[in-house]
C-alpha cells in the first residue's frame, strides 16, 4: 500500500499533462487569489462546473492547486495595497503592509512567499501520512458515530471567524434545513418542492455555492465602487535573508503546526489558522511591540499558518466527508461530482487516485513557490483591472457555470435566488461558509440520525451512550460553549490586568 | 501610500464599544428585522412540515417521519434567534446606511436577468446584462463594455458548446444556432 502510495504520488511528477495543468491552474489561482474579492472559495465554486468533463485526479487537481495557491496570493494585495486578496491573508496585513510603507515590499513579500511554501509542504507530508491513519479508525464508524461526528462538525462553525457563533451555528442549520428539499432520501416523501420534480433529488450544490459565494461577491463589490486603492510599488521579490531565516524559523514551524492541527478541525480553515498562527508569533516573539509595525514574524506566521490549512482540511474532507474549511466544502462537491465518495473506502479502493491528488498538491505548493518569487510583481498587476470589466465577466462565468451541469435553467435561478440571499446573509453580519458546509453535511446528519434510530429501536438516547459518539458530541458541546469560554477568560484576564 | 476608502455604505462598526454611548436616534433598528424575520421563516417551514404526507410506518420502523428533522432544525434555530436576540439588546449597533444605487441596480439586473432567459434567450440576456453591469460599475467607454459582454459571452458559449458539449435552452439566438 505504501508503495502504491508514493508511486501514484510520484506519477505526478512525471505526468506532462498534469504538470501543465498545475501550472495553468496555479497561474490562475495566484490571479484568483490577488483580485480582492475573489477568493479560492470562489475561484473554485466558479472553476468546479468546468472540471465536469475532465477525469476525477485532473478535476480535484484543478480545485485544489486553486485552494493552495489562491491562499498564498491573497498575502501578494495584503501586503501591496493592505487589503487582503483572500480573508486567509488579513492577518498578513497587520505586518505586511508597514514592512512594504517602509519601502521593504519585496522582502515581506519573500517571507510570505517562503512561509507559504514550507507550511503548504508541511501540510501536504502531514495529509499523507495522516489520512490513512484517520481513516482506519473511521472503519469502526457506524451511524451513531457518523451523526455524533457531523454534529461536531456543525458545532465547529460557532468557531471560525467571520460572524458571530450564534449566528454561524444559525447559518449552519440553515444549511442543513437546505439539504431536506427534494424527496427524503428513506422514505420518498416529497418535502418542499413546490411541486417543482427538478427538485426531487435536492438542490445541486453547484449553483447554491455558486450563489453563495460568487454572486453575493458581486453584489458585495458593487457596495465599493467608490473604494481607492493605492499600489506600493516594489522592485522584485527578495529571499529572506539569513538574518530573517533566523529571525522566523521558529515562527514558521510553530505556525506549520498550528495551521494544520486548525486546518484538521472540521470547519475551521485557513483564516481561523493565520489569525492564530499570527498572534502565537506575537506571543512567542522577543520583540512583541513591533508587531503591527513590520515584524517579519508576523508575516511568516500568517502565512504559514494559512498555508498548512489547506492540507490539513483536506483530512476530514477526504477521509470523513467533513469539509475542512469553504473551499474544501466545494472540493467535496468536486470529488462527490467525480465519484470519488470521501470516506475510509477511498483510502483502500482508489488509492491511486487519492495520492495523485496529494502529489498534485504538493507540486503546486512548490510552483507557486516559483511563480510568487519571480511573477508576484507582475500578479500584483491584476489588481488594476477595473471592477467594472471583472465582475460581469464573474458574473457569466457564474450563471453559465450553475447552468452546465445539469443543463437546467432551474439551477440558474437557484443561483441567482443564492446570490441575494448569501449578500442579505452578509449584510447582516452572517458568514456564508457555514450555509455551504450544512448543506453538504446536512443530508449525512439526517440519514445517520435515522439509522442510528432504527439500530436502537428508536431510543434516541443510546446514541450518546456510544463511548465514541459520546467523545465526537462533548467535543461539539466544547466547540459551541469555547468562544463563550475564551471570552469569560479573556474579561477576566483583562479585569485582572485592570485592577 | 495606503488603501482610502469612502464608500457609500455605511461603516461596519464593530459592535460593543461605542454602542452604550449611542442616542436613541443613532441606534440601528434595522437588525432587529433578521430575528422577526427567522421567526417568521422557522414558523411558515414548520407549518408546512406539518402539512408533509405521512410515510408508511414499514418504511420509517423506528426512525422518525420525514416532517420531524426540519421541524427539530426550526426549533433549534429559533432558540438561537433568541440568543441572537439576547446579543443584540446587549449590544445595539448604530444605524446601517442604504446600500448604494449600484447594489440595488445590480440587484435589479439579476431579477432582469431571469425575466430575459426566461422569454428572450440566456446568451442575449447574458450579453444586455453584462453590458449594463458595465456601465453602471463605472466604465464609461461603450465600446469596451460592448467588448467585455460579447466576447466573453462568445467565447464561453463556444467553449462550452464545443468543448464542454452543453446545450443551451431555446431562446431567439439559441434557435438560429441550433437550427
Redesign the interface.
Known amino acids: 500500500m505504501i508503495e502504491q502510495a508514493v508511486s501514484a504520488m510520484a506519477s505526478v511528477f512525471t505526468d506532462p499533462y498534469l504538470l501543465m495543468l498545475i501550472l495553468v491552474t496555479t497561474i490562475g489561482g495566484v490571479i484568483i487569489g490577488a483580485l480582492p474579492g475573489l477568493g479560492a472559495t470562489t475561484g473554485a465554486a466558479l472553476l468546479l462546473p468546468?472540471t465536469?468533463?475532465m477525469d476525477p485526479v485532473a478535476a480535484i487537481t484543478v480545485l485544489t492547486t486553486i485552494y493552495v495557491s489562491a491562499t498564498f496570493a491573497g498575502s501578494i494585495t495584503a501586503i501591496l495595497?493592505?487589503?487582503p486578496g483572500t480573508a486567509a491573508a488579513a492577518a498578513t496585513c497587520l505586518d505586511g503592509?508597514p514592512l512594504a510603507?517602509r519601502g521593504e515590499a519585496g522582502r515581506a513579500l519573500g517571507i510570505a512567499v517562503v512561509a507559504s511554501t514550507i507550511g503548504g509542504i508541511f501540510s501536504v507530508i502531514v495529509l499523507a501520512i495522516g489520512a490513512p491513519l484517520l481513516a482506519r479508525v473511521a472503519y469502526e464508524f457506524r451511524p451513531p458515530e457518523y451523526f455524533a461526528l457531523t454534529v461536531f462538525g456543525l458545532s465547529m462553525l460557532a468557531s471560525i471567524s467571520e460572524g458571530?457563533s450564534?449566528?454561524n451555528?444559525?447559518g449552519g442549520?440553515?444549511g442543513?434545513?437546505l439539504a431536506?428539499i427534494g424527496a427524503?432520501a428513506?422514505?420518498?416523501?416529497?418535502?418542499?418542492m413546490f411541486g417543482n420534480y427538478e427538485l426531487y433529488q435536492g438542490l445541486n450544490f453547484i449553483p447554491v455555492l455558486v450563489g453563495m459565494f460568487a454572486?453575493s461577491e458581486?453584489?458585495v463589490q458593487?457596495?465599493?465602487?467608490?473604494?481607492?486603492?493605492?499600489q506600493?510599488s516594489m522592485k522584485a521579490v527578495k529571499l529572506p535573508s539569513m538574518a530573517d531565516y533566523k529571525k522566523i524559523w521558529k515562527t514558521v514551524l510553530r505556525s506549520c503546526g498550528i495551521g494544520t492541527f486548525i486546518g484538521i478541525l472540521p470547519a475551521e480553515g485557513a483564516t481561523v489558522a493565520s489569525m492564530i498562527g499570527y498572534s502565537e508569533a506575537k506571543r512567542w516573539s522577543k520583540t512583541p511591540e513591533e508587531f503591527g509595525k513590520g515584524a517579519v514574524e508576523g508575516v511568516a506566521g500568517a502565512e504559514a499558518a494559512n498555508n498548512a490549512a489547506t492540507g490539513g482540511a483536506m483530512v476530514p474532507t477526504m477521509v470523513l466527508g467533513i469539509p475542512g474549511s469553504g473551499t474544501t466544502a466545494v472540493i467535496l462537491v468536486g470529488l462527490l461530482v467525480h465519484g470519488l465518495r470521501p470516506g475510509p473506502h477511498l483510502f483502500t479502493e482508489q488509492i491511486d487516485k487519492v495520492y495523485s491528488i496529494f502529489g498534485a498538491m504538493l507540486v503546486a505548493n512548490i510552483m507557486f513557490f516559483a511563480l510568487g518569487l519571480f511573477a508576484a510583481k507582475l500578479f500584483a498587476r491584476v489588481t488594476l483591472v477595473?471592477?467594472?470589466?471583472l465582475?460581469?465577466?464573474v458574473?457569466?462565468?457564474s450563471?453559465?457555470g450553475a447552468?452546465?451541469l445539469a443543463?437546467s435553467?432551474i439551477d440558474?435561478?437557484i443561483a441567482?435566488a443564492f446570490?441575494?440571499i448569501g449578500?442579505l446573509f452578509r449584510?447582516?453580519g452572517f458568514a456564508i461558509a457555514p450555509v455551504a458546509i450544512g448543506l453538504i453535511l446536512g443530508e449525512m446528519v439526517?440519514t445517520n440520525?435515522?439509522?442510528s434510530?432504527?439500530m436502537?429501536?428508536?431510543q434516541w438516547w443510546q446514541i450518546p451512550l456510544q463511548p465514541l459518539a459520546a467523545f465526537f458530541l462533548i467535543l461539539a458541546v466544547l466547540g459551541i460553549s469555547q468562544p463563550y469560554i475564551f471570552s469569560a477568560l479573556k474579561r477576566r484576564k483583562d479585569k485582572k490586568q485592570g485592577s | 501610500m495606503s488603501t482610502s476608502t469612502e464608500s457609500g455604505r455605511a461603516a461596519e462598526t464593530p459592535p460593543g464599544a461605542e454602542a452604550e454611548t449611542l442616542t436613541p436616534e443613532e441606534r440601528g433598528w434595522g437588525d432587529y428585522v433578521v430575528p422577526a424575520v427567522v421567526f417568521v421563516f422557522c414558523g411558515v417551514v414548520s407549518g408546512i412540515s406539518l402539512t408533509l404526507e405521512e410515510a408508511l410506518p414499514i418504511m420509517v420502523g423506528d426512525s422518525m417521519q420525514p416532517r420531524v428533522f426540519p421541524i427539530f432544525l426550526m426549533a433549534l434555530i429559533a432558540v438561537l434567534n433568541v440568543a441572537l436576540i439576547v446579543q443584540i439588546l446587549g449590544r445595539p449597533l448604530p444605524r446601517r446606511l442604504w446600500e448604494p444605487r449600484q447594489t440595488w441596480v445590480s440587484a435589479l439586473l439579476l431579477g432582469v436577468f431571469y425575466l430575459l432567459t426566461e422569454y428572450v434567450d440566456i446568451i442575449l440576456a447574458l450579453i444586455a446584462v453584462m453590458f449594463t453591469l458595465c456601465l453602471v460599475w463605472g466604465e464609461r467607454r461603450l465600446w469596451v463594455a460592448a467588448l467585455v459582454a460579447v466576447g466573453t459571452t462568445v467565447a464561453i458559449f463556444f467553449s462550452f458548446d464545443l468543448l464542454l458539449e452543453v446545450r443551451f435552452p431555446r431562446g431567439l439566438f439559441t434557435d438560429w444556432y441550433y437550427g
Not at chain 1, 458593487?222 to 493605492?230: F, G
Not at chain 1, 477595473?386 to 470589466?389: A, F, Q, T
Open positions: 468546468f465536469l468533463t495595497i493592505n487589503t503592509f510603507q458571530g450564534v449566528k451555528l444559525m442549520l440553515f442543513v434545513w431536506t427524503d428513506t422514505t420518498g416523501v416529497e418535502r418542499f454572486l458581486l453584489l458593487s457596495t465599493r465602487l467608490n473604494q481607492i486603492m493605492e506600493i477595473p471592477r467594472g470589466i465582475w460581469p465577466i458574473f457569466a462565468f450563471v453559465l447552468y452546465s443543463q435553467m440558474v435561478y441567482l446570490g441575494v449578500y449584510r447582516f439526517e440520525l435515522q439509522n434510530l432504527k436502537f429501536d428508536g
